[in-house]
Structures are given as structure tokens and as C-alpha cells.
């Protein structure tokens, strides 16, 4: 284990590439993290990313039966998607990782137009794990309509003939769907101005909402590109530990205030996560 740059609670934040310090870490429960996919964004100093060589440090720190939860999307390179996204997820694969789920990040705010396309408002979240997934904290979610049967729902069985369907019909909740959205944009994918001097943050609630669902209190969580900390953020709140590595030292800087500010919040400390924002996915009250 080598020393962290910075030691905030119980999280671990470390200055430099991810690449030369996952090797010297202990093993962790999941992996939390968005890459600088497609130089979409400018981080500032240049650097070059090797997603097979982080690919294959993750596969080796996480436990069996850990996740990695990788949030990325494509850019639009002479006129086609790059495909980067798919082709990471099927990478993992071939090293020995499943594609547990690919779940969608819906960004709820105004995308950049296109003439030609229609407009684009999500990312990948692709669930990544070692073998089945040991912690599955799946977020349940009221239905609209509970305490009645639908009736006319009925599913196809393998010989044709039809049944009722089994469904979250008559049950005051049900699990969430893989679609999630939220808030972007400035002071609502997090509480403080300063933190939008990251030009890339997952909204708080994303990261809370994956801490919650794929680990357990007092678990560790690593996140290799850390950014502003948001996943750093997420854990302090929900009791897990952290460990962060950003190789710009801006940002790590704002991390490090972050997560130092988070220990000091009042609404810290929760035991469960807000459920996750959906709209219009309410598949009970469709009768
Ligand atoms: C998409 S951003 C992550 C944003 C983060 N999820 C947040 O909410 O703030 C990717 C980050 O990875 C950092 N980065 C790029 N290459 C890195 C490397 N080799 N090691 C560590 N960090 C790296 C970039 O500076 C950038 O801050």
C-alpha cells in the first residue's frame, strides 16, 4: 500500500495516474467511475489514457463478487459514434467480467442540437461484475396504483397458451427500472459553484444511488478518475470508504474540499439512498 496524497475520514485521495497506483492498492468492493471517455472533455494538461491497461488493473483490485458501475459515453467523429462505449463493455467481457446490466444515465436538461439526429440525453452505465454480484441493494420505488389486480395483463408462455402476468400489480412497490434520470447543469448536479470548475460531474445522486445499490456499509469503493469526488462524496454520506485517484491536481484539489465539507453537513449520514428521479416509468399505472 502506498501513502495517499490526502487522508479525510475514511477516504484515501491520491494525486497521479491511476495506472501507476491501483497496483499498490488493497483489494476493494466496487468501482465507481466515469472515464475521460473520447477526450469529450478538456481536463486540462494533456494526457493519454490506456483503457485496456486500467481495464485489466480493475478486473485485478476488485473482489469476486464486486462491481464496477462505468458510466461513458461516445463522441460523434467524422460523422459516426465512435462505439467506444461498446467496445469497452465487451472488453471487460473477454477478460473475464460480466456485463451484469446496462443501465442508462438520462441527462435532464437541454442537449446540444443537431439537425440531423435526435437529440442526445444520455450515457451509458454499464454494471460490470467479477463473477455474480455479492451486494444487490436493489432501490424499490412506490407504484401509483397498488392494492388491485389488473386483470387483463396476461404473459405468453414457452407452449403458446397465455397466463396471468405475475407483475408489480397489487404491491406498493416495486424495483426500479434501468433507466435513470436526473438534474444536470449548473447548482443541480451538485450543491456548490465551485465544483462546476470540473467540466464532467456526475450529479450526487447518481453516485449515491450506485454506492447504495452495489456495496454495503463499511465496504470500500475506489474511484480511478475521480474528478471533482462526487463518488467520494456519495460514500461519506452512505458510510462506506473511499479511495480516489485524479491525475489533475486542480481537480483533486476540489475533492479534497468537497469531501472534507461533506463530513461536515448536516444531512450527512443517511441509511439508505433518495430513491433515484424517474419520469413517466411507472409501468403500474399504465391501466
Ligand atoms: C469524466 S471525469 C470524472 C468526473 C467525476 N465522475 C466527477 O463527478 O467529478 C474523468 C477524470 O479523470 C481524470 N483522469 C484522466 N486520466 C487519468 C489517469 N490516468 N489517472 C487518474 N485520473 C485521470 C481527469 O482529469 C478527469 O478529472
Known amino acids: ?29 466496487a468501482v465507481i467511475t466515469s472515464p475521460p471517455y473520447d477526450n469529450l472533455r478538456e481536463y486540462g494538461k494533456s494526457f493519454s489514457w490506456d483503457f485496456e491497461g486500467t481495464a485489466q ?60 439526429r435526435y437529440a ?13 454480484p455479492k451486494t444487490t441493494n436493489i432501490i424499490k420505488v412506490p407504484t401509483k396504483v397498488h392494492n388491485r389486480v389488473k386483470s387483463s395483463s396476461r404473459q405468453r408462455n414457452a407452449d403458446g397458451t397465455t397466463t396471468p402476468m405475475k407483475s408489480a400489480m397489487g404491491k406498493a412497490e416495486r424495483n426500479l427500472e434501468n433507466i435513470w434520470i436526473y438534474d444536470v447543469g449548473f447548482m443541480k448536479s451538485a450543491k456548490d459553484s465551485y465544483v462546476f470548475d470540473h467540466p464532467a460531474i456526475f450529479p450526487e445522486q447518481l453516485a449515491q444511488d450506485h454506492v447504495y445499490s452495489w456495496t454495503n456499509k463499511n465496504e470500500t469503493i475506489l474511484d480511478p478518475f475521480m474528478g471533482s469526488g462526487t463518488t467520494g462524496v456519495a460514500c461519506v454520506k452512505l458510510g462506506r470508504k473511499f479511495i480516489g485517484i485524479e491525475i489533475e491536481e486542480k481537480y483533486f484539489d476540489i475533492a479534497c474540499k468537497r469531501i472534507e465539507e461533506a463530513y461536515k453537513q448536516p444531512d450527512m449520514f443517511i441509511e439508505e439512498t433518495k430513491k433515484a428521479e424517474q419520469v413517466g416509468l411507472d409501468l403500474a399505472s399504465n391501466d
Do not use: R
Open 57 to 116: 488493473h480493475i478486473k485485478k483490485i476488485i473482489k469476486p463478487g464486486g462491481v464496477c458501475v462505468w458510466v461513458v459515453g461516445d463522441q460523434v467523429k467524422e460523422g459516426s459514434e465512435t462505439g467506444s462505449s461498446f467496445f469497452q463493455a465487451l472488453y471487460f467481457k473477454e477478460i473475464g467480467m460480466n456485463i451484469h446490466d446496462t443501465m442508462i444515465y438520462w441527462k435532464y436538461a437541454f442537449p446540444f442540437p443537431d439537425k440531423t
Open 1 to 29: 500500500m502506498i501513502k495517499p496524497t490526502a487522508v479525510i475520514g475514511d477516504c484515501q485521495l491520491f494525486l497521479g495516474d491511476c495506472l501507476d497506483i491501483m497496483p499498490h492498492l488493497p483489494k476493494v468492493d
Open 120 to 132: 442526445q440525453v444520455f450515457e451509458y452505465m454499464f454494471i460490470l461484475s467479477l463473477g455474480k
